[in-house]
């Protein structure tokens, strides 16, 4: 199984701040990944598909990079609907594995 | 507008079983594969299992091959899981999802507790 590795686990920014993620894949994926974003009781909502394509509706201060194995997720000028937890998830291959979910706090 | 709507968990006692639907709307359902995710309370999500738009190709987790079986229904734009000799450790919530990426549905809770 492909495993997913995101760090960091948790993270503190503020309010207008630029945060990073990232996801690492045990063995290459080429460019089947997604990140998902989750918000306490929701489900998770889409972000970004095939690594870098932002889904429909999802503002551009989302944005992903990477291929192979390590990947990023890029949220910029960060604003309060912002501060949640995020998933990336392979689909290379099966079974679908996802990272271990990063949680994104307000400092 | 995409929308999948999850319904059939509650509480169950261990060794029960369940049947969860998906309903489909606002997308041609019958060309894509669909998936079933969880998260457990507290946790990361999970998933669970996968078939394709024709029910040709199936594939599930470790976790839960041999108990539990998806299905779906093109004509009814519906998705099934059927989940036999439930565990405690089934406890979820359970997200269809169209694959690869989304859009997910609300959940749907499943219990399994004496």
């Known amino acids: 199984d492909i495993q997913m590795t995101q760090s960091p686990s948790s993270l503190s920014a503020s309010v207008g701040d630029r945060v990073t993620i990232t996801c690492r894949a045990s063995q290459g994926i080429s460019n089947y990944l997604a990140w998902f974003q989750q918000k306490p009781g929701k489900a998770p909502k889409s972000l970004i598909y095939?690594?870098?394509s932002l889904q429909s509706g999802v503002p551009s201060k989302f944005s992903g990079s990477g291929s192979g194995t390590d990947f990023t997720l890029t949220i910029s000028s960060l604003q309060p609907e912002d501060f949640a937890t995020y998933y990336c998830q392979q689909y290379s291959t099966y079974p679908r594995t996802f990272g271990q979910g990063t949680k994104l706090e307000i400092k | 507008e995409v929308q999948l709507v999850e319904s059939g968990g509650g509480l169950v006692k261990p060794g029960g079983s369940l049947r969860l639907s998906c309903a489909a709307s606002g997308f041609t359902f019958s060309i894509y594969s669909m998936n079933w995710v969880r998260q457990a309370p507290g946790q990361g999500l999970e998933w669970v299992s996968s078939?394709?738009?024709?029910?040709?190709?199936?594939y599930y987790a470790d976790s839960v091959q041999g108990r539990f079986t998806v299905s779906r229904d093109n004509a009814k734009n519906s998705l099934y899981l059927q989940m036999n000799s439930l565990r405690a450790e089934d406890t979820a919530m359970y997200y269809c999802?169209?694959?690869?990426?989304?859009?997910w549905g609300h959940g749907t809770l499943v219990t399994v507790s004496s």
């Open positions: 095939a690594a870098s």
């Open positions: 078939i394709s738009s024709t029910s040709r190709f199936i």
């Open positions: 999802a169209r694959d690869p990426s989304g859009p």
